[in-house]
């Protein structure tokens, strides 16, 4: 699989459209559309084309080699993780795998500390000297703060640990990443980070937890290089929607944008970042450093060649800030807003020539391999 016997079949511009028919038209180069896209080209043997508005494939996955040759990831640290057999299968046609366990600290101000806590996060922060998981459990009951109903992120954090914890990992963190304050966030944005009483300082436990070989960028140019798929980047959907004759469509973006907006705008959380080098071995001692405090305007800091295992003499990190405008990232998890994409919903089942698909295409917040498993199971209803 090496990088260099890539043959994906681009296109120039918008003009080299004229004349051609495609069965189908791929809207976004993200894991949606390139893996509906090379099922449908390779599995039902129909022509595809891809366009996606970025001059990239790859979607927030894209990597590539920085100016210091430090492959990096342009939109934020992307980590693979699955227990689905069927999706590491699937990506495992595509490229070979690096193992690698993320690890997160915290950055408290006078110490970093495992995030998630664990028991060697409540005994630093704590000098506690819990002994076992039944001690780190206790510890954690006597500080607990019951809520019932548990409906928002912040019920269920003080329900688990109490406010204390609360206040120190999530409160300051979760108001920077989303705008919002946990207790006006669905609860499902908190309750997926765990708090555990062992010592396992990995941020996942999946079965298999890798990152392509590669690199991203690598696997999607693969997933794409397929004699009857033709990809064109750095053009707008709507540039191409009623220019291609094609049969059906799959989209991967915003719902509401595809309506135009109708009922109005979703609401979407963004990111911006700010990449830096410096001559050093080491920038810091794991991959991702959280930061917590909301006086701190970045979330999270990221060195990449923790995640990649490139041998380098120098290093090249990103600061993460989270916004309110730019290219979506995240749909933003309050009951408010999950009712009106029902109402964009009912307009996309009302359209059987669409397929939407992905983070964006159906409001959830998604990882890779779901995003992964959800477009193979919209193409096999899509065929069947």
């Known amino acids: 699989m090496e990088a260099e016997h890539r043959s994906v079949k681009r296109l120039g511009g918008v003009a080299e459209l ?128 019951p809520v019932d109903p548990i409906r928002t992120s912040e019920d269920v954090v003080v329900t688990r640990v109490g406010r204390d914890l609360y206040e120190t990992f999530f409160r300051g963190y979760t108001r920077k990443q989303w705008g919002l304050d946990p207790s006006e966030l669905d609860r499902s944005v908190t309750a997926r980070v765990p708090v555990r009483t062992n010592t396992d300082d990995r941020y996942f436990t999946d079965n298999f937890q890798a990152m392509p070989a590669d690199g991203y960028t690598a696997m999607f140019e693969r997933m794409l290089d397929h004699p009857r798929i033709s990809v064109l980047t750095g053009v707008d959907f709507a540039e191409v929607r009623d220019r291609v004759a094609c049969r059906r469509l799959v989209y991967t973006g915003p719902i509401d944008e595809y309506f135009d907006h109708v009922h109005g705008r979703l609401p979407y959380r963004s990111l911006r970042f700010r990449h830096e080098t410096h001559d050093v071995d080491r920038f810091q001692p794991v991959g991702v450093v959280n930061y917590p405090a909301e006086d701190v305007p970045y979330t999270r800091v990221t060195e990449y060649r923790h995640l990649t295992g490139q041998a380098a003499s120098r290093t090249s990190i990103s600061y993460e800030y989270p916004s309110a405008e730019g290219d979506p990232y995240y749909p933003v998890p309050r009951p408010e807003n999950q009712a009106l994409y029902k109402r964009y919903e009912a307009m996309a089942d009302a359209r059987p020539d669409v397929i939407f698909v992905g983070r964006l295409a159906t409001y959830r917040y998604y990882n890779m391999d779901q995003v992964v498993a959800q477009a193979l199971a919209a193409y096999r209803r899509a065929v069947r």
């Open 18 to 145: 004229d004349g051609r028919r495609f069965d189908m038209l791929v809207a976004g180069a993200g894991f949606a559309g390139a893996v509906m896209a090379e099922r449908f080209a390779e599995d039902a043997g129909l022509e595809v084309l891809v366009v996606d508005r970025r001059p990239h494939v790859g979607g927030n996955a894209f990597d590539e080699r920085d100016a210091a040759g430090i492959l990096v990831h342009r939109y934020g640290p992307h980590i693979f993780h699955s227990n689905a057999d069927d999706v590491v299968a699937y990506l495992s046609r595509f490229t070979q795998w690096r193992p690698y366990e993320h690890r997160v600290l915290a950055d408290l101000g006078a110490m970093q500390v495992p995030m998630p806590i664990n028991r060697t996060t409540l005994n630093r922060l704590y000098d506690a000297d819990l002994a076992d998981e039944a001690a780190a459990e206790a510890f954690l009951q006597a500080r607990a703060e």
